[in-house]
């Protein structure tokens, strides 16, 4: 139905591109829709995460869409800040391809391209995750 290319400033692995092409389709079929779509956004959680006992990170993923082309957005990894009845979910990895920029908790901006070894490593263990069967997966679509 739509591709996502290859050439971003990070490897994005052809398995997380899979994933994303994969849960998309589904949800486009499953509503009866595949032409309109202006941007998909996915959410994977963990349904027992919580500050208290902890668990899978939720993170959310945005793709926008443009003639059956995705071109990937962001990639954002939530956490849980604080303690106890003041804790707050919050950005802890963003990982942003449409400025080129990464954020982490505490850290200043930087390049992506910086990064490349870092989000390989957070991308593996995500799709990790995944494979596990930790995370309610849900698709938003713009029209």
Same mark, same amino acid.
Request: proline share 4%.
């Given at each position: 139905?739509?591709?996502?290319?290859?050439? @971003?400033? /990070?490897?994005?692995?052809? #398995?997380?591109?899979?994933?994303?092409?994969?849960?998309? $389709?589904?949800?486009?079929?499953?509503?009866? =829709?595949?032409?309109?779509?202006?941007?998909?956004?996915?959410?994977?959680?963990?349904?027992?995460?919580?500050? $208290?006992?902890?668990? @899978?990170?939720?993170? #959310?993923?945005?793709?926008?869409?443009? $003639?059956? =082309?995705? /071109?990937?957005?962001?990639?954002?990894? %939530? +956490? @849980? /800040?604080?303690?106890?009845? +003041?804790? #707050?979910?919050? =950005?802890?990895?963003? %990982?942003?391809? #449409?400025?080129?920029?990464?954020?982490?908790?505490?850290?200043?901006?930087?390049?992506?391209?910086? +990064?490349?070894? %870092?989000?390989?490593?957070?991308?593996?263990?995500?799709?990790?995750?995944?494979?596990?069967?930790?995370?309610?997966?849900?698709?938003? /679509?713009?029209?």
């Amino acid at each position: 139905m739509f591709q996502l290319p290859r050439n @971003y400033s /990070v490897p994005v692995s052809p #398995e997380l591109t899979q994933l994303l092409v994969d849960a998309t $389709e589904t949800h486009l079929r499953a509503r009866g =829709k595949d032409r309109g779509i202006n941007a998909v956004t996915i959410n994977f959680r963990d349904p027992d995460y919580s500050a $208290e006992a902890g668990g @899978y990170h939720p993170v #959310e993923i945005r793709i926008e869409i443009s $003639e059956d =082309k995705g /071109v990937l957005s962001y990639i954002t990894d %939530f +956490c @849980y /800040v604080g303690q106890g009845w +003041c804790s #707050e979910l919050a =950005k802890e990895l963003d %990982f942003d391809f #449409e400025s080129g920029d990464f954020y982490a908790l505490d850290l200043p901006r930087q390049d992506l391209a910086n +990064c490349a070894e %870092f989000y390989a490593l957070w991308q593996d263990n995500f799709l990790t995750y995944n494979r596990m069967g930790v995370f309610d997966v849900t698709v938003t /679509v713009d029209d």
